[in-house]
């Protein structure tokens, strides 16, 4: 096990950022095509074709999920990674021609200090060809992809990754791209809220701290402003048709509110995808569905405090500072 989202057999991870931009796209991209579910507990998502993840909707999987920074423009990342599938004679078959399908959500990172003076067309197209092209298995986490430009209410953000098993042999994973509009940690200290579900020392093992910060409960912001978003994508091997994906991803939203204050508010963008790779040979059961998203919850959770804790400072000034920049020496 890797601690990755790609320890789930199936799929892979790829990255494309720019620094002077301060933004970048991830990419899930999938061996073959997945059955996918969305929930989405944010009041303010910017999203390209999640509506066709619907229970009732027809197309039935998908060939690649896309998160990108870039608010509204960042969208545009999904036609890179079409784009590059389309080349790969990817998609869904219609008559002679192949439409591949790759929903996307994006998450606001347009006041971070990099130069987004594109003009009339943004980067976010050639980001998303790129982190396509760049599918592995390893990948990095931290300021890279879409979390290269995200923050949280007081530190840099970034991308994060878990993974865990069931009892019965299942495999759950998550990848998050952290920009949220409260804190990842508890008030001004450096012990994660996600603390009570790390496994070994995945963001530093600190544990829950000696005792409950004075300001842990007091709304911090990072704006009072529209423009925060946590994205993620949950993946598991089990089977799952598009209804058990959805219920799952409703399950693995809860991850969103054991990692961050406040989450899930009026202008969030926050998105929660679940996919099924269906590479397990056995049907999960009532109580195995349970598990999975008992699971991606907690797996959400700790990737959100590994994207901040792997994260590193932009170079712009005023930029909110690392965790380990402000809490390396505990």
Partial sequence: ????????????VGAAQDLKLASGVSVVLFDAPATAGIAIPGGAPALRDAALLAPEMTVQRIDALVLSGGSVFGLDASGGAIAWLHEQGRGLKVGAARAPIA???????????????????????????????????EF?????????????????????????????????????????????????????????????????????????SEDALALALKRDELGATTLAVVATDAPLDKAQATRIAIMASAGLALALRPTHAP????????????????????????????????????????????????????????????????
């Fill in 1 to 12: 096990m890797r601690n990755l989202i790609t320890d789930v057999p199936g799929l892979k």
């Fill in 103 to 137: 929903p996307g959500a994006a998450l606001f990172d347009l006041d971070n200090g990099g130069d987004k003076a594109w003009g009339r067309r943004s980067p976010y197209f050639e980001l998303g060809f790129a982190a396509t092209q760049d599918a592995r298995e």
């Fill in 140 to 212: 990095a986490l931290g300021s890279v992809g879409a979390g290269c430009g995200a923050t949280t209410c007081d530190l840099k953000g970034g991308l994060g990754s878990a993974s865990a098993r069931t009892s019965r042999g299942f495999t759950v994973g998550a990848l998050a791209a952290v920009n949220s509009i409260g804190r990842s940690t508890r008030g001004a200290t450096p012990y994660f809220w996600a603390a009570p579900y790390e496994r070994g020392d995945e963001f530093g093992g600190l544990g829950e701290g000696p005792k409950p």
């Fill in 267 to 330: 202008a969030d963008g926050d998105v929660v995808f679940v996919a099924s790779t269906a590479r397990a040979t056995r049907i999960p059961e009532l109580r195995d569905l349970t598990e999975i998203g008992m699971l991606a919850a907690d797996c959400l959770a700790r990737s959100i405090a590994r994207g901040v804790y792997e994260a590193t400072a932009l170079s712009f000034p005023g930029a909110k500072p690392s965790w380990r920049q402000k809490y390396g020496s505990v």
